[in-house]
């Protein structure tokens, strides 16, 4: 209550505000809570002993015609039970308990009187907007129970959703974390059974640290336009682009002219995708899938080309599974995952090379043979040709570049530079002079002059020497 000082004089002015608890909400309006309605009061010098106070009751939904009834029904009340008496609180008593009951509430519904509809709209904003705030205010001076931790908590450790349930914060908060840095943003939704409800954006922003929030912005952009069925990432910045009817987009950031398809640079009448694949791509940007189904679409076609390539030029290890690839070299393959060795035409683990004696499987092709006897031949001939010794390998009358009779299969041992592995057989070319032979083939150390194979660690350091064979000679 507050009361007013005009001075010296004969009058005193008094304000009360009188709080309306509804109790139950009206059927029509869904209100707990009303504005304050304020009793003023004029204290003359007849009052108490002759006459009431002048009075005035104000609020923002109290039309005139209600405050004339309710002034009178105060003034019979003080003619009838409290003449000589203060009245200002037994008045303001007599409005918390009956004004609701005079405005016809006691139906269950409160009925206001208003000009026209602009004042209805206005009224009816600020009565939500006091109500909320009120029942807020009430929501948080009490403990309630936490529907995921369930513990009993004082209301300002909750976080209360825009769908009305609410869950203290460590809670709801761990949770939003999670599904943000998981990148599940279906997740983020209200814990309550039976609800569903997304999380509402200012919810997440008092909820998550700022770098989460950010992630979170930066995920639902991403999920957003995904969804739009002409937009397109640009491959080399990350700008946001539009593309056309052909799938060609241009970066407004970076000015790259790229495929919306294949993500590659712009290539007018050439197919980056199959015809099926771009009509199913087409087809799924039509009906609104956006770049996400046609991402999925050209994914599938790679993994089945990838499928298609490993069914073909691939063996998978014995051991792991591993597909394994041999671009060149025997038939003796290691698995570059486990270690384990094994055949590369029928696919059993072996342990050396005692499996190729049995005549099932070659250690080396025919078709490797012949190019590995074309590559040496000719890199003989450039290494001939570079010291100036003719014109190329096989100067008699088997010389497969003049044509005279057939190509030999394998090189013979008698040209110069080149000598047979004593370990499988294999041809082995001399490098740069340099005696120490490493054949590529079964990995063994071996003496160009002597033919020895040097097995132990450290056997060519002592091989060769003042009392050994020449580490270096010409040929």
């Not at 005193?12 to 304050?36: E, H, M, Q």
């Not at 039976?194 to 909820?207: I, K, N």
């Not at 100067?395 to 003049?402: I, K, L, N, T, Y």
Request: proline content about 7%.
């Amino acid at each position: 209550m507050q009361m007013e000082d005009p001075g010296p004089g004969a009058t005193w002015s008094l304000a009360c505000a009188v709080t309306l608890d509804l109790s139950l909400p009206a059927p029509g309006l869904p209100l707990c809570y009303l504005p304050p309605l304020v009793l003023r009061l004029t204290l003359h010098e007849a009052y108490p002993g002759l006459a009431p106070p002048r009075l005035a009751l104000e609020a923002s939904w109290l039309a005139a015609p209600l405050a004339a009834k309710l002034a009178a029904a105060l003034e019979a009340l003080w003619h009838a039970e409290l003449a000589t008496q203060p009245a200002g609180y037994a008045w303001a008593e007599w409005l918390r308990v009956e004004v609701l009951d005079q405005m016809g509430a006691g139906s269950g519904a409160l009925r206001l009187q208003v000009r026209d509809e602009d004042e209805a709209q206005t009224l009816l904003a600020n009565l939500l907007r006091h109500d909320a705030g009120c029942r807020a205010r009430a929501w948080l001076a009490v403990s309630h129970p936490c529907g995921i931790c369930l513990e009993d908590l004082p209301g300002p450790a909750f976080s209360r959703l825009a769908c009305g349930h609410a869950f203290c914060s460590p809670c709801l908060g761990a949770a939003a974390e999670l599904a943000v840095r998981e990148g599940a943003l279906g997740a983020l939704r209200c814990p309550q059974p039976g609800c569903g409800a997304a999380l509402d954006p200012g919810a997440l922003r008092a909820l998550l640290p700022a770098d989460l929030h950010a992630r979170w912005e930066a995920l639902t952009l991403d999920r957003a336009l995904a969804a739009m069925p002409d937009a397109a990432r640009c491959p080399r910045c990350t700008g946001v682009c539009l593309e056309d009817e052909d799938a060609c987009a241009r970066c407004a950031r970076c000015l790259f002219v790229f495929c919306a398809l294949c993500g590659e640079g712009w290539h007018p009448g050439s197919a980056c995708v199959s015809a099926q694949t771009r009509l199913a791509m087409l087809r799924a940007k039509a009906e609104g899938g956006g770049a996400a189904a046609r991402e999925a679409l050209r994914r599938a076609e790679q993994e089945a080309a990838t499928a298609a390539l490993l069914a073909r030029d691939t063996k998978p290890c014995p051991r792991c599974g591993v597909a394994c690839q041999r671009d060149e070299g025997c038939n003796k393959m290691t698995c570059g995952a486990c270690g384990a060795f094994f055949c590369y035409r029928c696919g059993r683990a072996i342990s050396g090379y005692r499996h190729f004696g049995d005549g099932s499987c070659v250690l080396f092709d025919e078709a490797e043979i012949l190019r590995w006897e074309e590559d040496w031949e000719a890199r003989v001939a450039a290494h001939r040709a570079e010291q100036g010794g003719g014109d190329g390998v096989g100067q008699g009358p088997h010389d497969p570049g003049r044509g005279h009779g057939p190509r030999p299969r394998r090189a013979r041992p008698g040209r110069p530079g080149i000598a047979p592995c004593p370990q499988c057989g294999q041809f082995i070319e001399k490098q740069g002079g340099n005696n120490h032979m490493l054949c590529w083939s079964c990995t063994s150390h071996f003496c160009y002059l002597c033919r020895r194979l040097l097995l132990r660690r450290g056997e060519g350091a002592t091989h060769f020497g003042p009392s050994g064979c020449r580490q270096h000679s010409a040929d």
